[in-house]
Nanobody
Framework: HVQLVESGGGAVQAGGSLTLSCEAS????????MGWFRQVPGMEREGVAS???????EYTDSVKARFTISQDNAKNTVYLQMNSLKPEDTAMYYC?????????????WGQGTQVTVS
């Protein structure tokens, strides 16, 4: 299993920005991607963004044009730059290893980092 360690969550006002980081213990090979999910209490965990080793990205509609996923392959680290944050972005954010192209096929989860937008 891959160990994933997130950082960068916190509280921010609406319209502000945050950057989340996720360091993986090992390099993730195709057909697996790195991704970010989020979950609000009482709701299902939803996929937010994913990125393949070659840099192909995918976003859920609600964050397109506001969030950017990127990676530093040399550091096995994935980032989620979140701009123009809205209160509805408030959630626990989880880093994950998933099968590219499928939010449902997750193999590893991080411990989560809280993002609160007021």
């Amino acid at each position: 299993h891959v160990q994933l360690v997130e950082s960068g969550g916190g509280a921010v006002q609406a319209g502000g920005s945050l950057t989340l980081s996720c360091e993986a213990s090992v390099y993730t090979f195709r057909p697996y991607c790195m991704g970010w999910f989020r979950q609000v209490p009482g709701m299902e965990r939803e996929g937010v963004a994913s990125i393949s080793r070659s840099g192909i990205t995918e976003y859920t509609d609600s964050v397109k044009a506001r969030f950017t996923i990127s990676q530093d392959n040399a550091k096995n680290t994935v980032y989620l730059q979140m701009n123009s944050l809205k209160p509805e972005d408030t959630a626990m954010y989880y880093c994950a290893v998933l099968r590219c192209g499928s939010w449902a096929l997750v193999t590893d989860w991080g411990q989560g980092t809280q993002v609160t937008v007021s």
